[in-house]
């Protein structure tokens, strides 16, 4: 009898590990995106994020879910991101972004001026909320995610999941009003 080949069991182990990787990678950005307040640093993060999977796979136990065991990892390479990052560097760069966007976007000069103003005062309000609140928002409204799925993958319950979406957009609601982007009497309907 023929003993398994160690290294062929770890090349499998390997292609396993990075074929589960490549199925998390969009909500894994998503999450890296909402912590960071946009896009800037994401591939760098998420590339950070697979080499810690892959060297702490092994650490990995079976009582935790691998989704949630990744989560843990996305949200602490984020955090190192960001520090070493620095805030002023980041806010420079994101005004130079905003500075590159076409006016030929929008057909008539006002609608630009318009949607320009909007985007970036709910960018200011979401920035201004928690970044677990601003990432249960990106999973929910612009990954279209459901409840069940998010609590799933952040390994939490499904009511906790509610509460904190629900908790998320009074925060924001009341940054928008602050602002006067949403008149009182829609946010009390």
């Not at 650490?59 to 990892?73: E, G, N, P, V």
């Not at 990954?143 to 924001?172: H, K, M, P």
């Amino acid at each position: 009898m023929a003993a398994s080949d160690p290294s062929s069991e770890a090349e499998s182990d390997q292609r396993e590990l990075e074929q589960q990787l490549g199925q998390h990678q969009g909500w894994l950005r998503s999450v890296i995106q909402a912590r960071l307040g946009g896009p800037e640093g994401t591939d760098d993060i998420l590339q950070e994020v697979q080499m810690a999977a892959i060297e702490g796979h092994v650490s990995l136990r079976k009582s935790h879910s691998f989704s949630a065991w990744l989560y843990q990892i996305a949200v602490r390479q984020t955090a190192l991101f960001r520090r070493q990052l620095g805030r002023h560097r980041r806010r420079l760069r994101q005004a130079g972004e905003k500075a590159r966007i076409e006016i030929n976007d929008c057909p008539e000069p006002l609608d630009y001026l318009m949607k320009t103003e909007r985007q970036e005062i709910i960018l200011q309000a979401l920035q201004q909320i928690p970044p677990q609140d601003r990432e249960m928002l990106v999973l929910k409204y612009v990954e279209g995610w459901s409840y069940r799925s998010i609590a799933d993958q952040l390994n939490r319950t499904e009511r906790g999941v509610e509460s904190q979406l629900q908790r998320a957009r009074q925060r924001l609601r009341r940054r928008l009003l602050a602002t006067d982007l949403i008149d009182q009497q829609k946010a009390e309907s």
